[in-house]
């Protein structure tokens, strides 16, 4: 199995919690702590939140993505 090149991106200022997919793309939890000011993302697939929620719905939401997700390397803008 290949490994992505995105295991280690540059962590982006407001990086909460950093998680990898099955393949090692980072998925970042990035945001505020405080209402609804999380979101995430992920450097594998490039899918994202659709839009902010509090923190404890986008590390349950980023972890079951990291889950099932087996993408390395996406050029998707
Ligand atoms: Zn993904």
Redesign the pocket.
């Known amino acids: 199995m290949k490994l992505s090149p995105n295991h280690n991106p540059t962590e982006p200022s407001d990086l909460l919690i950093r998680m990898h997919?099955q393949v090692g793309?980072a998925?970042d939890v990035t945001g505020g702590t405080v209402g609804e000011a999380s979101r995430w993302n992920?450097h594998?697939?490039g899918?994202r939140s659709s839009f902010t929620d509090h923190l404890g719905t986008i590390r349950l939401r980023a972890g079951q993505?990291a889950e099932f997700?087996r993408?390395a390397y996406q050029r998707i803008r």
């Open positions: 997919n793309a998925v992920c594998g697939c899918d993505h997700c993408a």
